[in-house]
């Protein structure tokens, strides 16, 4: 047998072992921790070369991508619609928050604006490293290592987090408990075969024009075009939900182990604390918004914590919280990066070294 293909069977039948033990156990989301468990042990402790392939991980995105657009029902969208200037100030404070942490990261890690501003916003790990590539000054390994290591702080402290300001029950965007039939008990296999190259179509272009997340954004505007469309609604069986968790966070699990290796010294300090002062205050920010809004601590939290939508999702899925309205903020993020803040900090950067060049 192959031996990446024997260490790639491995490394799942660890991650399927230890979702299942965790599971039984009651542990918070424990098909996210199984597969971590299983990165973690086949490269540190059994020293397994293991290259886990990049189409399974995406596969598994795009499910998650299916789930989460498939709360996106005509209801839910209204009621989003009307909490636009909550999404639009929560973002734009996160990211001041951001800025204002690059300034003590700096100090600590002994690197420079340039570095120290690409290594803190969250939310752009792609769009943060080719600006780094692109700057002379940026110390891309610093930006890198800072960015991809947010992982490890948003898979530990936000769960942990979530977990004791959860709701008791899994309510939509207005407050109301809803009850969505199984995929395999809504849809016919004509349904699932147009829903599939739908999704094939949208991603297909998205990835001919370099669009960041495709794999999560594809299937969730087909799945907001489906539901109002067709008003067919239904939700991921639990079954699959488990196996696009395993699926994606093997993936993760694999870069936790080899990032450990990079943590040291002082930059592994700068990076610790950015990480947990960006989450913190992040979780102060939206304590403070619980008093004028009517969405619960938990919602408000996961959807201004910065990490990956995938990550924050999963989280929300397994806490009970309001996948759509959590959704549309990572969303909202993305965009609002993409093409706000990536162009200014871009122009910044140019004034920066126009700036040190006539100095």
């Given at each position: 047998?192959?031996?990446?293909?024997?260490?790639?069977?491995?490394?799942?039948?660890?991650?399927?072992?230890?979702?299942?033990?965790?599971?039984?156990?009651?542990?918070?989301?424990?098909?996210?921790?199984?597969?971590?468990?299983?990165?973690?042990?086949?490269?540190?402790?059994?020293?397994?070369?293991?290259?886990?392939?990049?189409?399974?991980?995406?596969?598994?995105?795009?499910?998650?991508?299916?789930?989460?657009?498939?709360?996106?029902?005509?209801?839910?969208?209204?009621?989003?619609?009307?909490?636009?200037?909550?999404?639009?100030?929560?973002?734009?404070?996160?990211?001041?928050?951001?800025?204002?942490?690059?300034?003590?990261?700096?100090?600590?890690?002994?690197?420079?604006?340039?570095?120290?501003?690409?290594?803190v916003?969250?939310?752009?790990?792609?769009?943060?490293?080719?600006?780094?590539?692109?700057?002379?000054?940026?110390?891309?390994?610093?930006?890198?290592?800072?960015?991809?290591?947010?992982?490890?702080?948003?898979?530990?402290?936000?769960?942990?987090?979530?977990?004791?300001?959860?709701?008791?029950?899994?309510?939509?965007?207005?407050?109301a408990?809803?009850?969505?039939?199984?995929?395999?008990e809504?849809?016919?296999?004509?349904?699932?075969?147009?829903?599939?190259?739908?999704?094939?179509?949208?991603?297909?272009?998205?990835?001919?024009?370099?669009?960041?997340?495709?794999?999560?954004?594809?299937?969730?505007?087909?799945?907001?075009?489906w539901?109002?469309?067709?008003?067919?609604?239904?939700?991921?069986?639990?079954?699959?939900?488990?196996?696009?968790?395993?699926?994606?966070?093997?993936?993760?699990?694999?870069?936790?182990?080899?990032?450990?290796?990079?943590?040291?010294?002082?930059?592994?300090l700068?990076?610790a604390?950015?990480?947990?002062?960006?989450?913190?205050?992040?979780?102060?920010m939206?304590?403070?918004?619980?008093?004028?809004?009517?969405?619960?601590?938990?919602?408000?939290?996961?959807?201004?914590?910065?990490?990956?939508?995938?990550?924050?999702?999963?989280?929300?899925?397994?806490?009970?919280?309001?996948?759509?309205?959590?959704?549309?903020?990572?969303?909202?993020?993305?965009?609002?990066?993409?093409?706000?803040?990536?162009?200014?900090?871009?122009?910044?950067?140019?004034?920066?070294?126009?700036?040190?060049?006539?100095?």
């Amino acid at each position: 047998m192959n031996i990446k293909l024997r260490n790639n069977i491995i490394v799942l039948i660890l991650a399927i072992t230890f979702s299942l033990i965790l599971h039984a156990a009651n542990i918070l989301l424990p098909f996210m921790f199984g597969p971590i468990l299983a990165g973690v042990v086949s490269i540190k402790f059994l020293r397994l070369d293991v290259q886990w392939p990049f189409w399974i991980s995406q596969l598994g995105l795009i499910l998650l991508g299916v789930q989460i657009g498939s709360t996106f029902t005509e209801t839910v969208i209204f009621d989003i619609k009307n909490d636009w200037m909550i999404i639009v100030t929560i973002t734009v404070l996160l990211l001041v928050l951001a800025l204002l942490i690059a300034y003590f990261f700096k100090k600590i890690a002994n690197v420079n604006t340039e570095t120290a501003i690409l290594s803190v916003i969250p939310g752009a790990l792609s769009q943060m490293l080719i600006m780094a590539e692109e700057n002379k000054k940026a110390n891309i390994m610093v930006v890198s290592l800072t960015q991809t290591s947010r992982i490890i702080f948003v898979v530990i402290l936000v769960p942990f987090i979530s977990y004791f300001f959860k709701d008791p029950v899994t309510t939509g965007a207005n407050g109301a408990q809803e009850v969505q039939q199984k995929l395999t008990e809504t849809l016919t296999f004509s349904n699932v075969l147009v829903l599939l190259i739908a999704i094939a179509v949208v991603y297909a272009i998205m990835s001919k024009i370099n669009f960041p997340t495709k794999q999560m954004l594809a299937p969730i505007l087909v799945l907001i075009c489906w539901n109002l469309i067709t008003g067919i609604t239904f939700t991921l069986d639990n079954p699959i939900i488990a196996a696009a968790q395993v699926m994606y966070m093997i993936r993760i699990g694999i870069q936790i182990a080899k990032l450990m290796d990079q943590m040291k010294g002082r930059i592994a300090l700068a990076i610790a604390l950015q990480n947990v002062l960006l989450i913190i205050s992040s979780f102060v920010m939206v304590y403070l918004f619980t008093f004028v809004s009517n969405h619960s601590i938990n919602d408000l939290f996961l959807g201004a914590a910065p990490g990956g939508m995938s990550q924050i999702v999963l989280v929300a899925i397994e806490t009970g919280a309001d996948v759509a309205m959590i959704s549309s903020y990572h969303i909202f993020r993305i965009f609002f990066i993409l093409f706000l803040i990536a162009p200014l900090i871009n122009q910044f950067l140019k004034y920066l070294e126009y700036k040190n060049k006539h100095s």
